[in-house]
Structures are given as structure tokens and as C-alpha cells.
T-cell receptor, first 113, second 111 residues
Framework: DTGVSQNPRHKITKRGQNVTFRCDPISEHNRLYWYRQTLGQGPEFLTYFQNEAQLEKSRLLSDRFSAERPKGSFSTLEIQRTEQGDSAMYLCASSLVAHYEQYFGPGTRLTVT | AQRVTQPEKLLSVFKGAPVELKCNYS??????LFWYVQYSRQRLQLLLR??SRESIKGFTADLNKGETSFHLKKPFAQEEDSAMYYC?????????????FGEGTQLTVNP
């Protein structure tokens, strides 16, 4: 499968714990996006990278959230001191520079108990 | 700031009936509009974009700047069209920028 992959697919954690998700984009794609989707809502933009540079961050991305793409390939999204409100599906997408289509991964479903 | 509204969370039609999924947007600049679809147990994927003006799987959508709408239409719905549909907007001024999604419409096509 040469599509976008995300790991883990599911994560259950206790409030206050830190979690990290990984996204592997389509290999030749320089842009990588993170979105969050809560129940009954559409995906909401969190941040995006072009190669290793983080070019845009949403106000949704509080200081507990950090994303990296150190070598311009895979990306990680870390949430520190998780809260119940962080429970959501975290989606990753990738695209070529200046191309309109974003290709989505299957998502990581986070449940904070 | 841009915003996308899909007024119907649920839409149910019978096979062979016409279907229209509504999408309205607000954005003061020049928008690029898309429809994304998510079939059961599959990932979100692009269905069509307004610039290409093409028909995909029998679906069409026309951008109406006067009414700030981008409704998705199909003259004869099929059972395999049952899915969640999201309207999305991107600012044309900044290529590769974020997508702003609506809340989605769950379409069910009954036999």
C-alpha cells in the first residue's frame, strides 16, 4: 500500500498522560497536514509542513500539542498532559507542492479516559 | 476567516431519485471548493473540485459565487453512493494551504 499510513490506529490513554502519533506520507509528497475530527464534525486543520518546515499552525494547536517532521519525511504529533477533550480522530494528509489534492490516511482514534 | 456550512447532517433518498447535498461558504477572497467523500470503513478521498468542472461518478457541483454555494448533485442516486460527504474550501491566494471542512452530510440511498 503506497498511501498515507498512520500509527497507531487506536490509542486509549488516561488523562494526564502524553501520547505520540506517527504519520508516513506518500513518499514523493513534500506537504504534510494534520487535522482533528470530533464526533459529528468535519475535520479541523491543526498544522502543516512543507518538507521539514512547519508553515502554518491553527489556534486549535495549544501549547500541549507539538508536531515535527525532522527529515521532511514522516511526522509525529505529540499531545502532552492529555485531557478528555482531546478525544478525537487525528487525521494526516499529504500532497505535492502546489497541488490541490490532499491524500488522507486512515486516522488515529484517541480516547482519553 | 473562512467558513463552510452543510445544513443537512442526514439525507435519505431512494435509488434512482435525484439527490442534492447543500454547501454554503463564507470567504471574502477567492475560494477553491471541493467535495470529499468517505465510504464506510474507507479513508476520506477527493470526489471533485469546482475548477475542473467535471462529473465524477455522476456527481456534479457548480460554484455559485452570488449565492456563495457549491451544491453537489446527482440526477439518479445509486445505493453505492451511500457515504459521508464533506464540502471543503481552500484559499486560492495561498496554494497548498489548509482545507476548511463543513460538518458533513450522511447520505443514505435506500433500495
Amino acid at each position: 500500500d503506497t498511501g498515507v499510513s498512520q500509527n497507531p490506529r487506536h490509542k486509549i490513554t488516561k488523562r494526564g498522560q502524553n501520547v505520540t502519533f506517527r504519520c508516513d506520507p506518500i513518499s514523493e509528497h513534500n506537504r504534510l497536514y494534520w487535522y482533528r475530527q470530533t464526533l459529528g464534525q468535519g475535520p479541523e486543520f491543526l498544522t502543516y509542513f512543507q518538507n521539514e518546515a512547519q508553515l502554518e499552525k491553527s489556534r486549535l494547536l495549544s501549547d500541549r500539542f507539538s508536531a515535527e517532521r525532522p527529515k521532511g519525511s514522516f511526522s509525529t504529533l505529540e499531545i502532552q498532559r492529555t485531557e478528555q477533550g482531546d478525544s478525537a480522530m487525528y487525521l494526516c494528509a499529504s500532497s505535492l507542492v502546489a497541488h490541490y489534492e490532499q491524500y488522507f490516511g486512515p486516522g488515529t482514534r484517541l480516547t482519553v479516559t | 476567516a473562512q467558513r463552510v456550512t452543510q445544513p443537512e447532517k442526514l439525507l435519505s433518498v431512494f435509488k434512482g431519485a435525484p439527490v442534492e447535498l447543500k454547501c454554503n461558504y463564507s470567504y471574502s477572497g477567492s475560494p477553491e471548493l471541493f467535495w470529499y467523500v468517505q465510504y464506510s470503513r474507507q479513508r476520506l478521498q477527493l470526489l471533485l473540485r469546482h475548477i475542473s468542472r467535471e462529473s465524477i461518478k455522476g456527481f456534479t457541483a457548480d460554484l455559485n459565487k452570488g449565492e456563495t454555494s457549491f451544491h453537489l448533485k446527482k440526477p439518479f442516486a445509486q445505493e453505492e453512493d451511500s457515504a459521508m460527504y464533506y464540502c471543503a474550501l481552500r484559499r486560492r491566494e495561498t496554494s497548498g494551504s489548509r482545507l476548511t471542512f463543513g460538518e458533513g452530510t450522511q447520505l443514505t440511498v435506500n433500495p
